[in-house]
T-cell receptor, first 111, second 120 residues
């Protein structure tokens, strides 16, 4: 069974710090990786997509992918209280557009 | 763009009622949409893949006669929870990928706002 693992947290960081969220996956042939943010009671919203090894930056967010280690991470620089949410890692799992979600990491940014 | 609209946002009804939830892609066409279910403090559980013009593909353990899916057009998929009971109470969310985004066949999913279903 294809699995996506995340530490459930909560991960607490002070405002202005860097938050580091990690995700490992089991399926070696996975090619597409996504990070979503989900506020309590809301549906997930896409933050980043990454397809190639290395780093991809978008504003305060940086996604990092290492396919050899089957590891994908999300860095949030200058964390803000509004970043407090659950972050879901998603990995394509075969089939057209089909992904497997991790259980999510809850992030708390302390003012 | 890549807006997905879901309706209704909240349903409260009596046990035995059938409930229909609509999922629309507003600014793109989606041959495939996905339906998820989420319990409090849990992750998303894929229920089924909705395929335009053909039968939906259900995940293991999901009753297809309980959760009817119809994908009659390239912009609309519906999920009907038939004869709903209290154990069906949950947060149901749909998603679709914009064909012009992403890489190959792996477009990032865009989610509707979800439907919170409460069966009394």
């Amino acid at each position: 069974q294809k699995e996506v693992e995340q530490n459930s947290g909560p991960l607490s960081v002070p405002e202005g710090a860097i938050a580091s969220l990690n995700c490992t996956y089991s399926d070696r042939v996975s090619q597409s990786f996504f990070w979503y943010r989900q506020y309590s009671g809301k549906s997930p919203e896409l933050i980043m997509s990454i397809y190639s090894n290395g780093d991809k930056e978008d504003g305060r967010f940086t996604a990092q992918l290492n396919k050899a280690s089957q590891y994908v991470s999300l860095l949030i620089r200058d964390s803000q209280p509004s970043d407090s949410a659950t972050y879901l890692c998603a990995v394509n799992s075969g089939g057209y557009q089909k992904v497997t979600f991790g259980t999510g990491t809850k992030l708390q940014v302390i003012p | 763009g890549a807006v997905v609209s879901q309706h209704p946002s909240r349903v409260i009804c009596k046990s035995g009622t059938s409930v229909k939830i609509e999922c629309r892609s507003l600014d793109f066409q989606a041959t495939t949409m996905f339906w998820y279910r989420q319990f409090p403090k849990k992750s998303l559980m894929l229920m089924a893949t909705s395929n335009e013009g053909s039968k939906a593909t259900y995940e293991q353990g999901v009753e297809k006669d309980k959760f009817l899916i119809n994908h009659a057009s390239l912009t609309l998929s519906t999920l009907t929870v038939t004869s709903a009971h209290p154990e069906d109470s949950s947060f149901y969310i749909c998603s679709a990928g914009h064909p012009g985004q992403g890489k190959g066949n792996n477009q990032p999913q865009h989610f509707g706002d979800g439907t919170r279903l409460s069966i009394l």
